[in-house]
């Protein structure tokens, strides 16, 4: 059975903190990896990652993928309370003519003052 | 520029009465849509997708349903209501795309049932 899986599930950091997220997964036909934040409603799209060792970055945030290790981390440094969400991690895998979205539980990250 | 359009924010809705989400796509034709529902701040589970016009594939069994009457209408239902229905539901929808694709969600509907 497919699965995702995130770490931690909760994290609570002090303002200025560096904060690593991980997203492990078990798919069969793996096609891409994605990160999403979530505050209040809509999750909002951070990366995507299909190949492995690139890291695609984007201000304080930066995320890698590992294939070899079925995993990818995202990566937060200098860490605001704006930064405090929901951060979801899916896969996108192929199943005959079709693909779907694996979800991981999410990690909640609270910044604190 | 492609948006999403999803209603109402917030319902609160009594056991047993029937139920109506709607959400729909501008900028965009013949995406793949999705109803996802997600309970206390954690993980999505896909309810329902559909790659096209009367096209609905669900993914667990319940009490919902769902159709497509539109190429860029979907629309979850339920006759009757139930407690466990509770939760905070999102329609999203991809490209077609045979690149990767990410989904872009609509802004959830808060649903209580009481």
């Known amino acids: 059975e497919d699965k995702v899986v995130q770490s931690p599930l909760s994290l609570v950091v002090h303002e200025g903190d560096t904060v690593t997220l991980n997203c492990s997964y078990e798919v069969t036909n793996f096609r891409s990896l994605l990160w999403y934040k979530q505050e209040k409603k809509a999750p909002t799209f951070l990366f995507m990652l299909?190949?492995s060792g690139i890291e695609k970055k984007s201000g304080r945030l930066s995320s890698i993928l590992d294939k070899k290790e079925l995993s990818s981390i995202l990566n937060i440094t200098a860490t605001q309370t704006g930064d405090s969400a929901i951060y979801l991690c899916?896969?996108?895998?192929?199943?005959?003519?079709?693909?779907?979205?694996?979800w991981g539980l999410g990690t909640s990250l609270a910044v604190n003052p | 520029s492609q948006t999403i359009h999803q209603w109402p924010a917030t319902l609160v809705q009594p056991v047993g009465s029937p139920l109506s989400l709607e959400c729909t796509v501008e900028g965009t034709s013949n995406p793949n849509l999705y109803w996802y529902r997600q309970a206390a701040g954690r993980g999505l589970q896909l309810l329902f997708y559909s790659v096209g016009i009367g096209q609905i594939s669900s993914e667990v069994p319940q009490n919902l349903s769902a159709s497509r009457p539109q190429d860029r209408q979907f629309i979850l239902s339920s006759k009757k209501l139930l407690l466990s229905d509770s939760g905070f539901y999102l329609c999203?929808?991809?490209?077609?795309?045979?690149?990767?694709?990410?989904?872009?969600f609509g802004q959830g509907t808060r649903l209580t049932v009481v």
């Open positions: 299909t190949s």
């Open positions: 999203a929808w991809r490209g077609r795309q045979f690149l990767n694709t990410e989904a872009f």
């Open positions: 899916a896969v996108e895998a192929s199943a005959g003519n079709n693909r779907k979205l694996i």
